[in-house]
């Protein structure tokens, strides 16, 4: 849809929405730096927090206009059921204002995930990964495309995909082109779950500020480890173990090392501050970027353009989000919710206590439902009271896992889910055909890998 125009100043709905979305990035920002002393940080939660949401619900109205039709749709859902909860006193005005205060965060997080983006993509060890990968042999590039879309999916998210489509040769047929498509969705998305940059870790933080990067991001890795270990011995062009795999994984060492600063960056800051993996994010990612661009003349102010312009353009992510999140915090409120997973799933013995759990945010994707909704209503019903009261004898890091592995698992073979969408674009395959595939019985084994790592952990723990 065309922006629509102030008649009187000339500004745009688009540069209207683009300039109060920079207004509550630096809120948030500011937010967080109150928090470092314990004298301002209740402060900045009980009168900035409110303030800010205030405005981020002026800034949902502004964008939708703007959105696209899945992110439309999930505004429009979220906003029918959140009136219907409050007609009806199943919960307040408070609630839809906590809702929208705990969704402020991801007013500082998105853009510090565009400047990110931003920055990567100008790193030549980044062109050097895409040249080696696009160099493998016809056999294994498809491997090298799982493993590609994993590691710069950790960064750069959906951005892996036009890298790993340029690998694709310009004469591939469709077959050929829904295989690569397949296999860099695979690796894209099992990078949630274990880094840090990624909507749904931070979504999962948010919930469960307690579990640390630390924590988390090695049983991700070994789910992630285990389930690449799957897709390239079962849904490789080369079935069974062989090392072909080993060239692709040769093909990302030059981007190893942003990969590990960057993340050891987020882990040192958040061990040595009060602050959440989400906070350190929103504020070590600004200046880590900064100094990744110094020495190239315009370099930062590129990036900072670019940034700013992605502000102006792409309001799904937000949207997405705040809808979510605040139909979540309303619906934590209908002690129903928890009351139906603590009776159902709670009471199970563990690994199905956490298959269900996986199940209940994963499965409504299928249905188009984006899984943050269902993973948001569930953390937000388990974590209503405290960490870990809805189901108890789980563990928090358990109970992230879960969130995490019902997000991946969903994203890669959901209508709703923007990987899909991005996906069928650059390497020119109808999206049901990425939808309609393998990746379903990818998913699946998936969600039982982790189910059993997640179950061996809570073991450890207990």
């Given at each position: 849809m065309s922006a629509t125009s102030d008649t009187e100043t000339g500004i745009t709905n688009e540069q209207l929405a683009?300039?109060?979305?920079?207004?509550?990035?630096?809120?948030?920002?500011?937010?967080?730096?109150?928090?470092?002393?314990?004298?301002?940080?209740?402060?900045?939660s009980a009168a900035l927090r409110p303030i800010g949401g205030a405005g981020l619900l002026i800034l949902t109205a502004l964008a939708?206009?703007?959105?696209?039709?899945?992110?439309?749709?999930?505004?429009?859902?979220?906003?029918?059921?959140?009136?219907?909860?409050?007609?009806?006193?199943?919960?307040?005005?408070?609630?839809?204002?906590?809702?929208l205060a705990r969704a402020l965060l991801f007013a500082g997080f998105l853009p510090a995930l565009y400047l990110l983006r931003a920055t990567a993509d100008r790193q030549s060890r980044v062109r050097l990964s895409r040249r080696r990968l696009a160099a493998l042999p016809a056999g294994r590039r498809a491997d090298g495309i799982t493993l590609g879309s994993h590691g710069f999916g950790a960064v750069l998210n959906t951005g892996s995909f036009p890298i790993m489509s340029a690998v694709v040769p310009a004469d591939a047929d469709l077959q050929e082109r829904r295989r690569f498509?397949?296999?860099?969705?695979?690796?894209?998305?099992?990078?949630?779950?274990?880094?840090?940059?990624?909507?749904a870790m931070a979504l999962a933080s948010s919930y469960l500020p307690d579990t640390a990067l630390i924590q988390i991001a090695p049983v991700g890795l070994v789910i992630a480890a285990l389930s690449l270990t799957v897709?390239?011995?079962?849904?490789?062009?080369?079935?069974?173990?062989?090392?072909g795999w080993l060239d692709g994984l040769k093909a990302l060492v030059p981007v190893a090392g942003l990969l590990a600063s960057l993340g050891a960056a987020v882990v040192a800051t958040s061990t040595l501050t009060p602050l959440s993996t989400l906070e350190v994010i929103?504020?070590?990612?600004?200046?880590?970027?900064?100094?990744?661009?110094m020495g190239r003349t315009g370099g930062a102010r590129l990036v900072l353009t670019q940034t700013y312009k992605r502000m102006g353009s792409g309001f799904d992510d937000l949207i997405i989000v705040v809808a979510a999140m605040?139909?979540?915090?309303?619906?934590?409120?209908?002690?129903?919710?928890?009351?139906?997973?603590?009776?159902?799933?709670?009471?199970?013995?563990?690994?199905?206590a956490i298959l269900g759990l996986i199940l209940l945010c994963a499965l409504p994707s299928l249905l188009g439902l984006h899984p943050m909704i269902p993973t948001a209503v569930m953390l937000a019903a388990m974590t209503a009271e405290g960490p870990s009261i809805?189901?108890?004898?789980?563990?928090?890091?358990?109970?992230?896992?879960?969130?995490?592995?019902?997000?991946?698992?969903?994203?890669?073979?959901?209508?709703?889910?923007?990987?899909v969408a991005v996906c069928a674009g650059l390497f020119r395959v109808p999206a049901w055909r990425l939808m309609a595939s393998p990746?379903?019985?990818?998913?699946?084994?998936?969600?039982?890998?982790?189910?059993?790592?997640?179950?061996?952990?809570?073991?450890l723990l207990s």
């Open positions: 683009q300039r109060l979305f920079l207004a509550l990035c630096l809120l948030e920002v500011l937010i967080i730096l109150l928090r470092l002393s314990p004298s301002t940080g209740e402060f900045a939708m206009p703007m959105a696209g039709r899945s992110a439309l749709l999930v505004g429009t859902l979220a906003a029918g059921f959140c009136l219907a909860i409050l007609l009806t006193g199943g919960a307040g005005v408070e609630s839809l204002i906590d809702g498509g397949l296999a860099a969705l695979r690796g894209m998305n099992l990078a949630p779950l274990w880094s840090p940059f990624f909507v897709s390239i011995t079962l849904f490789g062009r080369v079935k069974g173990f062989h090392w929103v504020l070590a990612v600004p200046p880590l970027c900064m100094a990744l661009m605040t139909l979540a915090a309303m619906a934590a409120e209908l002690t129903f919710a928890g009351d139906i997973i603590r009776d159902h799933i709670g009471s199970q013995p563990v690994p199905l809805g189901l108890a004898p789980l563990n928090d890091l358990v109970l992230m896992g879960a969130a995490l592995t019902a997000w991946s698992a969903g994203t890669m073979c959901s209508v709703s889910s923007l990987s990746n379903l019985a990818f998913a699946g084994l998936v969600i039982l890998i982790a189910t059993a790592v997640l179950s061996a952990v809570q073991f």
